[in-house]
């Protein structure tokens, strides 16, 4: 389901994005190339809004949104399974609010596991806006092993 939140505002252009780059394993991973990271405190953070981040409408693009609550909820279910062997199996993302400002924090819990298969639940939130919740994510995700 798509919604447009707003026409864009005056001035708009959008980002070139340059020519196109072939996939391979020296590019860099897709969260790094919006700014997202893991900080010091195992949260993950998208830094506040830019050009590259935003969509015509000046709010968070859908793009770095689903990056960043996918690196986030992987890191989260690594951590809790010990070992980078896991798969999202199924993928739900709701969109509750315009993210506006950032930095763009995620938090998440993995809600729970049994045998190879999960759950997990993460928010986006924006901290220019009083930790607003931007989208929410829930995971359905299997361990290997």
Same mark, same amino acid.
């Given at each position: 389901?798509?919604?447009? %939140?707003?026409? &864009?505002?005056? =001035?708009?252009?959008?980002? @070139?994005?340059g020519p196109a780059i072939e996939d391979g394993p020296?590019? /860099? /991973?897709?969260?790094? !190339?919006?700014?997202?990271?893991? $900080?010091? @405190? =195992? #949260?993950?953070?998208? /830094?506040?809004?830019?050009?590259?981040?935003?969509?015509?409408?000046?709010? %968070?693009? #859908? =793009?770095?949104?689903?990056?960043?609550?996918?690196?986030?909820?992987?890191?989260?279910?690594?951590?809790?399974? =010990?070992? @980078?062997?896991?798969?999202?199996?199924?993928?739900? !993302? @709701?969109?509750?609010?315009?993210?506006?400002h950032g930095p763009f924090i995620v938090d998440g819990?993995?809600a729970g596991r049994k045998g190879g298969t999960g759950? %997990?639940?993460?928010? %986006?939130?924006?901290?220019? $806006?009083?930790?607003?919740?931007? &989208?929410?994510?829930?995971?359905?995700?299997? !361990?290997?092993?």
């Amino acid at each position: 389901m798509g919604v447009k %939140l707003g026409a &864009a505002p005056p =001035g708009f252009q959008p980002v @070139d994005p340059g020519p196109a780059i072939e996939d391979g394993p020296s590019l /860099p /991973p897709l969260h790094t !190339v919006f700014g997202a990271y893991r $900080r010091a @405190d =195992g #949260i993950w953070e998208l /830094p506040e809004l830019t050009a590259r981040t935003a969509s015509t409408s000046g709010s %968070l693009h #859908i =793009g770095p949104i689903h990056i960043i609550l996918e690196a986030a909820a992987t890191d989260l279910v690594a951590q809790m399974a =010990g070992t @980078d062997a896991v798969q999202i199996e199924d993928w739900s !993302v @709701d969109f509750v609010s315009r993210g506006t400002h950032g930095p763009f924090i995620v938090d998440g819990v993995v809600a729970g596991r049994k045998g190879g298969t999960g759950r %997990l639940s993460t928010g %986006l939130r924006d901290q220019g $806006r009083d930790s607003r919740i931007v &989208a929410s994510a829930v995971a359905i995700f299997s !361990v290997a092993g």
